[in-house]
């Protein structure tokens, strides 16, 4: 499985160290279907061009926004293209990933895109967000396989999980935490954690003015179990946001 670090300009030098394809996130989609760039370093080369469409108008020409990122992948020697896109499913959306796909897959170059797009494009790789909070993380990812024909088709969206569920939590939703509040509530705590092998994933839990908490969270060694698993199961990639693990990324990856 191959595993990518997707970073922004200035994180790029820091990422480098560990040994990992970059995923560029330093382009998005301009008026009149033109790819913009923001302070990408003159000497990046390999990994991939990742686009996001956050706040982005219409695709219009979506052949113009093809040639343009095939363009910026040959002038950089990118292996591909990550679709980092966040709005809802659209038809201009959906125009321009099929005609990425199929002017990408004869220069052997790789798309990968949103679950939402997984039908526009018989050569992309499909992203799947791998943030599961309930039943069986393996069962989760071969019922996925099957869902979309085969494994080799996908990508774990490896979002690193740090969730407060109040207790009972019948919709399975929780509150999600960042890195400094799960420190400061294990502080005040001092819990005992448990790991649990169904999720792959780290847990504990404690009680406030009365109502009872199950806080579920990664670390290396769960995320470590998590790449295992998709690799077992034939997953074609993971992809990691930089600012979520960096904090781990020396006992997740050896640097060099």
Known sequence: MQTFLAVTPGEEQAAARFRRPLAHVAYRIGTESVLLRRNLLLQTRGGLLSVSD????????????CAAVLRECSRRGYQGVLLDFEEPSRPDRRDFVRQLGAALAPARRTLYVPEAYGACSASAVV??????????FTDFLR??????????????DLERL?????????????TPLSGEELRRLMERESPAVF????????????????EHHFVLFDDADTLRQKLLAGTALGYAAAFFMWPEIQDIAGALFQPS
Do not use: K
């Open 195 to 210: 790991f649990s092998p169904e999720l792959c994933a780290r847990y504990f839990t404690y009680t406030q003015d009365g």
């Open 143 to 156: 019922e996925t396989a099957r869902e979309h024909g085969a494994p080799g088709r996908l990508a774990l």
């Open 162 to 174: 740090r969730m407060d569920f109040p207790l009972p939590a019948p919709t399975g939703c929780g």
């Open 127 to 136: 992203l799947i967000n791998a943030a599961v909070s309930g039943g069986s």
């Open 54 to 65: 956050r706040d982005a108008p219409p695709i219009d020409d979506p052949g113009a926004l």
